[in-house]
Structure formats: structure tokens, C-alpha cells
């Protein structure tokens, strides 16, 4: 297991990064994961004993039963919480009431209470927010978040799910007011799914912020269980959860490359997706989960899987994205201008 730089903290991650969408299952997240507490903490060790010190969570996830479980983990195992990095995540909706939600100054001191009694910590490493709120200026969700850090109640901030304008903008504002800044990015980011290439990688690689893909195998679509000849995989969330997003067509492409280049590593196609993640150099921590010891297993595997210069030229020209305005315009003119 290799670390990087959380941002520019001097803080280390592993390379991987387990995720706990798949703990509870309440409500909506049931087509998810329905993990119970036994089944939790074996994970959780696994990841431990297999080098993983990042560990992501959310307050919406099963409405604050993965936390929860989380959290009893932590303890139930004698886990030091010093030896791990802790993200959550809040914006979505956690109740009835109208200001259970969103980015506001309000929520946002709520959430992060709620979050350390469910987590049972006395501090979260890396807070993010989870969405865009529309409702709520930039400058009250940054005043907001600059309080929960001085309180002494997070550490760190990240953004998910955001353009890459707003979070250069979200910065600026802290960096105007002595504020601490965003270090972190958490973004759906596959090689079936490249669209954050176009502006939010190169945002992120100026402003020196850590990328956490989330997702990396496209809701289980890139497990190696889908195939062209087999559209339903029978037990896989895909067939009743079609999320998150993804060109079927292409990815049956990209899926029979896999398969090959598997073949010729003795890996899975699933190790294969993320051991092409793991080979961007703008990315900090895949984040995996796993609803059975053996897929955690076979994803934290594709540390080991060592793809070719060869390898990555074939995956990369298959999995391209397509030119779009101005990025087309911008690479013309670059011919007149670069030197030889």
C-alpha cells in the first residue's frame, strides 16, 4: 500500500480508501448495502491490516447508521483513531424539519454535531461538503465551515461534487478572509466515465487539491460480472440501482480490453479499472467498498497489478474522451505557440 499527500496538509493517505456506503441499509440506501455490524468490523480490519488508514463516510449514508457502525467499529476493534484518517460528508438532507439540509451555517454546525456523537470521536479529519446547495451564498457555507475547524471539531475541508468554477471561487473567498481552504476533491471518476478530465483535473492539479474518485467502478458495472452477452448480472446493485451514470455501449468496449489486459496480469477486469485509476498521477485515493470480504479483497489486490506503458495507451485511447469547445480550439492554436 502506497500514501500521498492529503493536499498541501503534509497529512498521508493510503492509496485506496475504504468506503461505507455499503454499511446499515436504511431507506434509500438499501439497494446499496445492507452491512450489519459483525460484517462491518471485518471489513474494516481487513482494510486496517491491508495498509488502509483512509476511511469515508457520509451523514446521509443510511441516514446516519454508517456512521453509527462506523464508529462502533473503531471502538469494537481498539482501533487507535490517531492511526486513521476519518472523511464524512455533509449537505443531503438528514430530517423532516426545513433546515435539515443544505449548506447553511445552521446545518452545517448541526451536521457536524450529529456526526461526532454517531462517530463517537472527538474530531472528523476531513469534512466535505457533499453537493451544491443553490440556496445558500458561498460566503455563508465557507464562514460556516471556517467555524466548525476552529472550533477544533474538523481539521480538514473537501468539496464533492462541485464545478470546478465554484470550488476555485469557495477558495478564493477563504483565501480572502484568512478562511481555511478547500485540500480535497471527492468526484465520480472512472475510466468508463472521464468527464471531471475536462475541467475539474486540471483545476485541481493548479490549485494543488487531492482527488478521491468515487465510484471508480461505476456502480459495479466494471466488476467484470457485465458483459455484452450478459446485461444483468443477478447480484450486483446495478441490476436494481442504474447509478451512477455511464455509456453502456462504450464501457462493453473498455470491458473487453480489460478482460484482455486481466488476462495478461492474471488480474480481474476490477482490478484492472482501478489499477488505471491508481496509475493517474492526479489521483490521491481511490475510494472502494464492498458489500462481501472477497470484493474488498480483490479490489485492495489491484495495488499489486503493474499495467504497462502499453497497457495504459490502449486503455486511455479506448476510454478517451471525445473533443469538446473550446478544448478543440484551445489545442489548435497551441501549434503556433509552443516551442520546438
Known amino acids: 500500500m502506497k500514501?500521498?499527500?492529503?493536499?498541501?496538509?503534509?497529512?498521508?493517505v493510503s492509496e485506496l480508501c475504504l468506503g461505507t456506503m455499503t454499511f446499515g441499509g436504511k431507506g434509500y440506501w438499501q439497494a446499496i448495502g445492507q452491512l450489519p455490524q459483525q460484517e462491518v468490523?471485518?471489513?474494516?480490519?481487513?482494510?486496517?491490516?491491508?495498509?488502509?488508514?483512509?476511511?469515508?463516510t457520509a451523514n446521509a449514508y443510511s441516514e446516519g447508521l454508517?456512521?453509527?457502525?462506523?464508529?462502533?467499529?473503531?471502538?469494537?476493534?481498539g482501533i487507535n483513531p490517531q492511526q486513521l484518517v476519518v472523511a464524512t460528508k455533509l449537505r443531503i438532507r438528514m430530517g423532516t424539519g426545513a433546515n435539515q439540509v443544505g449548506l447553511s451555517r445552521l446545518h452545517i454546525a448541526?451536521?457536524?454535531?450529529?456526526?461526532?456523537?454517531?462517530?463517537?470521536?472527538?474530531?472528523?479529519?476531513?469534512?466535505?461538503?457533499?453537493?451544491?446547495?443553490?440556496?445558500?451564498?458561498l460566503e455563508e457555507t465557507m464562514r460556516g465551515l471556517e467555524d466548525v475547524v476552529r472550533s477544533g471539531k474538523v481539521r480538514y475541508l473537501g468539496v464533492s461534487n462541485h464545478?470546478?468554477?465554484?470550488?476555485?471561487?469557495?477558495?478564493?473567498?477563504?483565501?480572502?478572509?484568512?478562511?481555511?481552504?478547500?485540500?480535497?476533491?471527492?468526484?465520480?471518476?472512472?475510466?468508463?466515465n472521464r468527464d471531471i478530465e475536462r475541467e475539474i483535473v486540471p483545476m485541481a492539479i493548479n490549485e494543488?487539491?487531492?482527488?478521491?474518485?468515487?465510484?471508480?467502478?461505476?456502480?459495479?458495472?466494471?466488476?467484470?460480472k457485465y458483459t455484452r452477452k450478459k446485461e444483468v448480472a443477478g447480484d450486483s446493485r446495478r441490476d436494481s440501482f442504474d447509478f451512477p451514470y455511464i455509456n453502456k455501449e462504450k464501457a462493453y468496449d473498455i470491458i473487453d480490453l480489460m478482460g484482455e489486459i486481466g488476462m495478461e496480469h492474471g488480474a480481474s477486469v476490477a482490478q484492472v479499472a482501478l489499477a488505471w485509476l491508481l496509475k493517474q498521477p492526479h489521483v490521491?485515493?481511490?475510494?472502494?467498498?464492498?458489500?462481501?470480504?472477497?470484493?474488498?479483497?480483490?479490489?485492495?489486490?489491484?495495488?499489486?497489478?503493474?499495467?504497462?506503458d502499453e497497457d495504459m495507451q490502449r486503455l486511455n485511447e479506448i476510454s478517451k474522451l471525445a473533443s469538446e469547445y473550446p478544448a478543440w480550439m484551445v489545442e489548435r492554436q497551441l501549434s503556433g505557440r509552443m516551442p520546438s
Not at 500514501?3 to 498521508?12: A, D, I, M, P, R
Not at 451536521?111 to 461538503?129: A, T
Not at 462481501?292 to 489486490?301: C, F, R, V
Open 3 to 12: 500514501y500521498k499527500l492529503l493536499g498541501k496538509t503534509g497529512v498521508l
Open 41 to 56: 468490523n471485518q471489513l474494516v480490519k481487513a482494510a486496517i491490516d491491508a495498509g488502509i488508514n483512509f476511511i469515508d
Open 66 to 77: 454508517a456512521e453509527s457502525l462506523l464508529g462502533n467499529s473503531i471502538k469494537e476493534l
Open 110 to 137: 448541526d451536521s457536524v454535531d450529529e456526526s461526532l456523537q454517531r462517530l463517537n470521536l472527538e474530531h472528523i479529519d476531513l469534512l466535505y461538503i457533499h453537493g451544491v446547495d443553490p440556496l445558500t451564498p
Open 163 to 192: 464545478p470546478a468554477w465554484m470550488v476555485v471561487k469557495a477558495n478564493c473567498i477563504a483565501d480572502k478572509w484568512g478562511w481555511t481552504k478547500f485540500c480535497a476533491l471527492q468526484n465520480y471518476y472512472t475510466i468508463a
Open 208 to 224: 494543488g487539491l487531492s482527488l478521491m474518485p468515487w465510484s471508480p467502478l461505476a456502480g459495479g458495472f466494471l466488476s467484470g
Open 284 to 308: 490521491t485515493s481511490v475510494i472502494i467498498g464492498a458489500k462481501k470480504l472477497e470484493q474488498l479483497q480483490d479490489n485492495i489486490a489491484s495495488t499489486a497489478v503493474e499495467l504497462t
